[in-house]
């Protein structure tokens, strides 16, 4: 079982070992490959309202998430998530149960909606659970995203309205 808590500044080696590797490969964070460690806790936790870590039995931290809003002012109703989980956890339902912690603080934070602005559409596992849990694709952003492999593909914006808690559908 994982339990999901905030980021402690104690925690940034694990969360940097988590975010590095996705950063570096390029393939679904717009963020630059080259991007230091010293550079990245503007984007993931200094910017954002929060940062969760999801650890094991053992605080073994498997995966991490911001909250933010996705706009300022007049569209800071809405928020934006990242979430990321190490390579050796992956297909162990991380996302999903950082997915699910995520609209929660979202509605206690008063969030009425959910947005990803750059779903990369050769993401495919995303894609699916985001529309697992409720998410739709609202736009295609041609040619959004420049791929390391595959060069320019689509990037979709994906969107879920905050009703309650939150529930699969």
Request: proline share 6%; glycine share 10%; hydrophobic share 35%.
């Amino acid at each position: 079982m994982i339990k999901i808590r905030r980021y402690k500044e104690s925690d940034w080696p694990a969360v940097w070992d988590i975010i590095r590797p996705v950063f570096r490969s390029g393939e679904t964070y717009a963020y630059p490959i080259d991007i230091t460690e010293g550079e990245a806790p503007q984007v993931w936790i200094n910017k954002p309202v929060m940062t969760y870590v999801g650890e094991n039995q053992n605080g073994e931290i498997l995966g991490t998430y911001y909250l933010k809003p996705n706009q300022p002012g007049r569209g800071s109703h809405i928020c934006n998530c990242g979430y990321i989980v190490s390579v050796a956890a992956r297909g162990n339902g991380i996302a999903t149960r950082m997915c699910e912690h995520s609209q929660g603080e979202a509605i206690d934070y008063g969030f009425q909606a959910m947005q990803f602005n750059l779903v990369v559409s050769t993401n495919e596992g995303a894609v699916r659970l985001w529309q697992k849990m409720g998410f739709s694709v609202i736009g295609t952003i041609p040619k959004g995203f420049n791929h390391p492999h595959h060069g320019l593909v689509d990037a979709f914006i994906m969107y879920k309205e905050l009703v309650g808690k939150p529930s699969t559908t």
